[in-house]
């Protein structure tokens, strides 16, 4: 669901080398943001459509920015240590989930930025060179690697925060986060 009108090829050579790993189990979606961002000028753009495929992803290669739907408890699982090379990549969450308790609820996970979609390509690839340029403080700690969750009372998207997060988001299984560990 996101629009290619006017879209025009980059030939910035930091956006062709950027290294970016889509994690969503939408197909389409998963295709569609790929296609956009190759579009753009972004050569390298791998996919997964699970947290354990996206971790194999990440530990196979070098990845400078994680583009994901709602997997917070991946999101959490990266951020909460700091020895794990990932935890200091960049993450953008797209996702229709998009009320401010939502956008709220994925800064404290450790989010760096979110758009809800359907998104623009363009304005992706905007926020994704933004992250990476990480203009916002990071913190390194023991319980958290991530960009600082303390803000002010606004949202990423600048509009003022909600009070509570309503509904759950895409749990890990025990399993799961047993086998994570054990890659990891």
């Given at each position: 669901?996101?629009?290619?009108?006017n879209?025009?090829?980059?030939?910035?050579?930091?956006?062709?080398?950027?290294?970016?790993?889509?994690l969503?189990?939408?197909?389409d979606?998963?295709?569609?943001?790929?296609?956009?961002?190759?579009?753009?000028g972004?050569a390298?753009?791998?996919?997964?459509?699970d947290?354990?495929a996206?971790?194999?992803?990440m530990?196979?290669r070098?990845v400078?920015?994680?583009?994901?739907?709602?997997?917070l408890?991946?999101?959490?699982?990266?951020?909460?240590?700091r020895?794990?090379?990932a935890?200091?990549?960049?993450?953008?969450?797209v996702?229709f989930r998009?009320?401010?308790?939502?956008?709220?609820?994925?800064r404290?996970?450790?989010?760096?930025?979110f758009?809800?979609?359907?998104v623009?390509?363009?304005?992706?690839?905007?926020?994704?060179?933004?992250?990476?340029?990480?203009?916002?403080p990071?913190?390194?700690?023991?319980a958290?690697?991530?960009?600082d969750r303390?803000?002010?009372?606004t949202?990423?998207?600048?509009?003022p925060?909600s009070?509570?997060?309503?509904g759950?988001?895409?749990r890990?299984t025990?399993a799961?986060?047993?086998v994570?560990?054990?890659?990891?």
């Amino acid at each position: 669901m996101l629009s290619f009108e006017n879209v025009e090829t980059m030939a910035d050579p930091e956006i062709g080398d950027l290294r970016i790993l889509i994690l969503d189990d939408d197909t389409d979606d998963r295709a569609r943001v790929r296609a956009g961002l190759v579009d753009l000028g972004v050569a390298d753009v791998a996919v997964a459509d699970d947290p354990l495929a996206a971790l194999d992803a990440m530990r196979a290669r070098a990845v400078d920015v994680l583009v994901t739907e709602r997997y917070l408890s991946f999101v959490r699982f990266l951020r909460t240590n700091r020895k794990r090379p990932a935890s200091r990549v960049p993450i953008l969450m797209v996702s229709f989930r998009s009320r401010q308790a939502d956008i709220h609820e994925a800064r404290d996970a450790g989010v760096d930025d979110f758009l809800a979609k359907p998104v623009d390509t363009r304005r992706l690839l905007d926020r994704i060179v933004a992250a990476v340029d990480r203009s916002q403080p990071f913190v390194d700690c023991e319980a958290y690697v991530g960009p600082d969750r303390r803000r002010a009372e606004t949202s990423l998207e600048g509009r003022p925060q909600s009070a509570s997060a309503d509904g759950p988001d895409t749990r890990l299984t025990e399993a799961e986060i047993a086998v994570l560990l054990e890659r990891d």
